[in-house]
């Protein structure tokens, strides 16, 4: 089967377009991906000329104009109708493409992606998915920052749709949901989380498992774990911040005076820890509940980041989980 | 000057009574502290035998009962009126001791501090502070889990409470206060944080510095975080858990085949890394609000905790952390 178009900006993240068109190539020459880049034309090009591949899989989509992460989300997606992200995300609109990827602006990309695309009918909030890693592997993070003053019933779609996601794009059969909470039992926590416990129990398309204690969550004892944004944007970001610190001082302690030697040594198993913690290996966030695929990958994203990214939109697609969310509404 | 009695919970936390009891010695040693062990007298007793101490610095106060840390909080309360908690408590109110130490249940403690000692008047809610440990030192976290469903004039209460007991207690002048919020723009967060930041703004007894995100609090840019308690527990227990698993997956990969050796040779660096993030060293977290200061230690406290709690409530009462904050509503 042909693979499907997927749209890349070409000029969002730090490390644009140079990692981002790499990492691109390299999709296509492992997995035969099928890509239009989009963003300033001769810049691609010059990047696009360090590689070979099959010429008639990556297209070139102009854009002229760039949003940066400084701009306001609202005011650039309305104002830079030619940037890499709005053009884009017309590709998708317009069917020319089915998923789109950008390392830029998160808040544009929300938003402009929720204007241009459009949300499921029947979706009341569009929720960005993060793989949290663990000491077991990842955890399905929803929602990780979309939406703030979430109502129980926000999180109930995000239970479902998560559920869809981690089974057919990650493959876990029966994904375990927890809920994110401040104590294991149900009468715990703030009102929304007791309401939302509640809807959860009665929901027989997903296998709830009750509270998920912040505690435990490095350990993945779930697959899925749900909450509000502005939760789900503490956890993420502060078990990024916390991991970095960490193996911070643990190189300033060992790399200094007596124990140069010992910790050289012990490059190769540090080396792997970071790795485990470390997300690049899993693609980027999928933006679950628009009526295609929008993935935001990390800002620092390098190009193996995006050529995971590429395939992850390749299994949504193929796996039709539009469809299979629009079905359990 | 004669130090202030403390009481101090015989029965609770993972290591009573002998490790509450070998703490309360090495205080009474260290910095002639003056102590009533509440809980079974015998049980004291034989604890006491083991240790040479000035013995009229020691009393024992009688308790039949415990609590145990799956009782409802509010139950346990109300019937175990003769339980080591209640007891100190009530001590406590009677004045025959100026704060309480217990390791035991957080919630019944929390429950029972605020029935029976109450809070001052015009504190909306009173709550619980951690010192959470980052890579300059420690953040002071309000609320890190006392109160879900927080009013944004609250969080203004918890700043203002924060500003005087690290001042006074910790012993920083004009410490930074910054909300926890998922943005560095004021007009970033939730209806809650974009409230209170208005709030907060407006503060001249406290050095405000706006927001911080969860991304940077393990870096230590302020002095005190606020949030609603629901945000803070999450904060406070993904934290614990994160250093937890990474150390213990760091463990995993260095003690095996041909790395034991230098693991070993790194044994001291990593020791000083794991105490840096431990939070024995500074003693327990304070209820404040109340009337009078209880300390709520870890539940897997040791003597050191529990010696360095006794200390933190000498230095509470000494200050006259009560009557600054009764001054500042």
């Known amino acids: 089967m042909e693979k499907p178009v997927i749209a890349v900006d070409a000029m969002g993240g730090d490390h644009a377009p140079g990692e981002i068109v790499k990492g691109a190539v390299e999709a296509v020459n492992a997995f035969g991906s099928r890509i239009v880049l989009v963003g300033r034309q001769e810049d691609i090009r010059s990047e696009l000329q360090k590689y070979s591949y099959p010429q008639d899989h990556i297209t070139i ?72 890693p663990t000491t077991k592997g990842y955890t399905f993070l929803l929602d990780s920052g979309a939406n703030v003053d979430c109502k129980p019933a926000y999180l109930v779609q995000f239970a479902k749709m998560a559920t869809i996601y981690v089974e057919h794009v990650v493959g876990k059969k029966a994904p375990k949901v927890g809920l994110v909470n401040i104590g294991s039992e149900k009468e715990k926590g703030d009102t929304l989380s007791k309401e939302a416990h509640e809807l959860l129990e009665e929901v027989s ?16 004892p779930v697959d899925i774990v749900v909450c509000d944004g502005f939760v789900g944007n503490v956890i993420l970001k502060l078990a990024e911040g ?3 610190a960490l193996f911070g001082a643990l190189k300033e302690e060992i790399t200094k005076g007596p124990y140069v030697l010992a910790a050289a040594a012990l490059r190769k198993p540090f080396g792997k820890l970071k790795r485990r913690f470390d997300s690049d290996e899993v693609g980027g966030a999928p ?28 299994t949504f697609v193929e796996n039709d989980i539009v469809l299979k969310i629009q079905d359990q509404l």
């Open 61 to 132: 989509e102009n854009a002229s104009e760039v949003i940066s992460t400084d701009e306001s989300p609202t005011t650039a997606i309305r104002r830079k109708k030619d940037s890499s992200m709005v053009v884009g995300l017309n590709l998708v609109k317009q069917g020319q493409a089915a998923a789109f990827v950008s390392a830029g602006s998160t808040g544009a990309l929300l938003t402009g992606a929720t204007v241009i695309i459009g949300r499921i009918k029947g979706i009341e909030r569009p929720a960005l998915g993060t793989m949290l």
């Open 242 to 244: 916390l991991s970095q």
């Open 205 to 220: 398309e997903i296998n709830f498992v009750g509270n998920t204690e912040p505690r435990d969550i490095p350990y993945g």
């Open 287 to 314: 933006f679950l509940g628009l009526k295609a695929l929008v993935v935001k990958a990390h800002g620092s994203s390098k190009a193996k980041a995006i050529k995971n990214a590429i395939k992850q939109c390749e």
